[in-house]
């Protein structure tokens, strides 16, 4: 029997990292996206140095020097969108391709642009991947809720969060029916689709009804429209000294970024 | 199955769709921070309007679709050659649950993908608000609703109409917004995401008029109650047939002449906030006396964001007090 968790993207532990208020948390992964999304383009020096605090950071909670790294390569696809830049940047040509009577040609600060976006992408993806394994799920809505969501959005997610085990698992076993049916092949595309489609709107009123039960079940339990949280978040000192750690450091790779240009 | 065993499910996600979930880094600072504020203002509006329409089951009950929403996603079928199309979603929760809702419902989507699977950036989420909670929901309900009365043979139609056309707005605008961030170049990006989503529409419209076919066969009534969670229903049929002639208009002419789009965005002065380099995002784009520092950006960043906030609220304080107005 497949089962799907997704809960396992969250990296139970005890480690500096693991102990921060997850408002902190939350703030210092934006800080450092902000960050790389404002380094020029070119700047190896500054992404070296924040390539070298992702992996300060996954030293700091324990999971091992490369963990973000090697988890990292799932924005890659997007990468295929950017690859215009190469023969769109003005510059110095390096090479050339003619299509008929079309050229293409790439140019340095082409070059230089792709890799540079390359770069922004995949440190910011590498910070992500800490919070989420550093954070758990719980921590996280409790620090979207301080962080001034709306608590309905925030209680929508929770819930999201709650049935997404339970219904991928159905999603799965509409899968397997169907390919117990035809073997996962057959028919036109449009027959298949249009199965798919089925299977979506059967996965839609199972859900739909689950969602009346789980209803049912709140009211009976006394549900009256709040949460309620045992776990006060508290600045303490080290969130403090997090923060003025991490502003410190960000500065310092802005400041390579712009200084140390090669 | 073996191929979804012990996968998440983000990581087995064919490159179908994968395009429209951008990721952090690919969007510039003024673009991401300007789509923030936007999708800021309609989650406010959205959470006030679904309180207003739903009853208070309603969190369950959404939060309850935002997982369907991603379970379904994982619902794929063989296109071709190894590929294999899904269901994006957007309309199909605008149908059944009602804009708002469907706005929130895609919202939860959008951020959990994010947050937890990094299948979309945090600081471009606002982006990928905009491009798959609002555009598919004004497109996907603003068209279903103008049938709302007719058979619904014609309904479904129209839903799977609405469906092409949610996916291939929401492709123009990703492209615009990474081009405006000077990301990809335009002649090329246009075309190319415009003919690939054309097809990933096709799978969209299939699956979404199937599933609401069904659901319309089994529980009716649901559909039904999703339909009267509108308010504002003129707006919504006015919003959805201005939407979709934008992206019928301007799909065709930005494929067919990227040049002429680039023209008429320099003449409107639009040109300027992207397409050069981040850091020297035009004289115009920094404060003059932080000179051309990042600092400058960022303060420029957030005039022009407040600006297009101030735009927003006041286009929506008008609709409230004509809607006042109708009532009164």
Known sequence: MTHIHLSDRYRNGVSVMHRLDPRVKVIITVLFIVSNTLLPDGAWMAYA?????VTFVCMLARLGAFFALKRSFVALPFVLVAITVLFATPGQTIAGWQFGDRVLLVTDAGVTRFFSILARSWLSVQMAIVLTAVTNIPDLLHALRHLRTPPLLVGVIGFMLRYLDVLADEAMRLMRARDARSAGGGGSLIWRA????????????????????????????????????????????????????TVTALALVQAAGYMLRM | MSAITGHIPSAQWSLFGAELHIPDGFLNLPISIVCWIGAIALI?????????????RQMPLMGIMAAFIFAAQMINFPVAGGTSGHLLGGVLAAVTLGPWAGILVMTAVIAVQALLFQDGGLLVMG???????????????GLYRSVINQRPAIRLAVVGVAAWLSVMGAALATSLQLWLSGTVALEVVIPAMMSVHAL????????????????????????????????????????????????????????????????????IGFIDLGQSAPYEIIPDYTVPFLGETPLSTIVAGIIGALVVAVVIILVAQALRSRRVGVRG
């Open chain 1, 49 to 53: 140095l924040s390539l070298g605090l």
């Open chain 1, 194 to 245: 249009q199965v798919a489609g089925h299977m979506v709107g059967q996965l839609f009123v199972r859900s739909y009804e689950r969602s009346e039960r789980v209803y049912q079940a709140m009211l009976a339990r006394g549900f009256d429209g709040r949460f309620l949280t045992v776990n006060p978040h508290q600045m303490h000192e080290r969130d403090w000294w997090a923060l003025a750690g």
């Open chain 2, 44 to 56: 406010a509006i959205a959470v006030q309007r679904a309180q207003r329409t739903l009853d208070e």
């Open chain 2, 127 to 141: 982006a990928n608000i905009l491009n798959m909670g609002l555009i598919t929901a004004l497109i996907g309900y």
């Open chain 2, 200 to 267: 990933i529409g096709i799978g969209e419209a299939l699956i979404t008029a199937a599933a609401v076919s069904f659901i319309l066969r089994t529980r009716p009534e649901i559909i039904e109650a999703g339909a009267q969670r509108s308010g504002l229903d003129r707006s919504w049929v006015i919003g959805g047939a201005i939407a979709s002639l934008i992206v019928v208009i301007l799909s065709p002419l930005a494929s067919a002449d990227p040049d002429g789009l680039e023209r008429v965005a320099e003449d």
